[in-house]
T-cell receptor, first 111, second 113 residues
Framework: KQEVTQIPAALSVPEGENLVLNCSFTDSAIYNLQWFRQDPGKGLTSLLLIQSSQREQTSGRLNASLDKSSGRSTLYIAASQPGDSATYLC??????????FGTGTSLTVIP | NAGVTQTPKFQVLKTGQSMTLQCAQDMNHNSMYWYRQDPGMGLRLIYYSASEGTTDKGEVPNGYNVSRLNKREFSLRLESAAPSQTSVYFCASNRLGEAGELFFGEGSRLTVL
């Protein structure tokens, strides 16, 4: 079974700082990897999806990279803002219709 | 564009009662999913439907049943609710293929007393 780990579980940074969130997975045979944001009491909002043939995806201040051989993905957030405070989750899709989620990193951006 | 819509948003049940969570998507997606989210456990798959007319068990199916009513709708039923089923339930959907981005509803918070 695919295991997905996100470390650290919580992170606090001052506003304006660039930061990296980590996601590691145990089986490199993946179909795609997706990053989500979850605000308290809300559903998951898709941020970026990286297909297995891709190395990275970018959307605005967000950049996600994928290294299948090492079982790692990173989400880079540039010039962090208080509105970026949320829990960030990654999900790995090995094949078919199963997705495996990490438990998330809770990010607080301090004004 | 509503995306994935779940009802109800909140529900309180007594042990042994039954209820159905409803989910509908308007993105013409083939696949739909039901997850539960519990503190420290992350998201766990209950059931999924790869396409209209098919359903399959996920990681934690016990105590639940599902119906894929049509391409748009996928419901989750608790026949005899137990306190262990207190959780936040999420419905999600995606289209087929490697680029099939997963979209979630806002969640249904269920408390079983």
């Amino acid at each position: 079974k695919q295991e997905v780990t996100q470390i650290p579980a919580a992170l606090s940074v001052p506003e304006g700082e660039n930061l990296v969130l980590n996601c590691s997975f145990t089986d490199s045979a993946i179909y795609n990897l997706q990053w989500f944001r979850q605000d308290p009491g809300k559903g998951l909002t898709s941020l970026l999806l990286i297909q297995s043939s891709q190395r990275e995806q970018t959307s605005g201040r967000l950049n996600a990279s994928l290294d299948k051989s090492s079982g790692r993905s990173t989400l880079y957030i540039a010039a962090s803002q208080p509105g970026d405070s949320a829990t960030y989750l990654c999900a790995v899709r090995p094949s078919g219709n199963q997705f495996y989620f990490g438990t998330g990193t809770s990010l607080t951006v301090i004004p | 564009n509503a995306g994935v819509t779940q009802t109800p948003k909140f529900q309180v049940l007594k042990t042994g009662q039954s209820m159905t969570l409803q989910c509908a998507q308007d993105m013409n997606h083939n696949s739909m999913y039901w997850y539960r989210q519990d503190p420290g456990m992350g998201l766990r798959l209950i059931y999924y439907s790869a396409s209209e007319g098919t359903t399959d068990k996920g990681e934690v199916p016990n105590g639940y049943n599902v119906s894929r009513l049509n391409k748009r709708e996928f419901s989750l039923r608790l026949e005899s609710a137990a306190p262990s089923q207190t959780s936040v339930y999420f419905c999600a959907s995606n289209r087929l293929g490697e680029a099939g981005e997963l979209f979630f509803g806002e969640g249904s918070r269920l408390t079983v007393l």
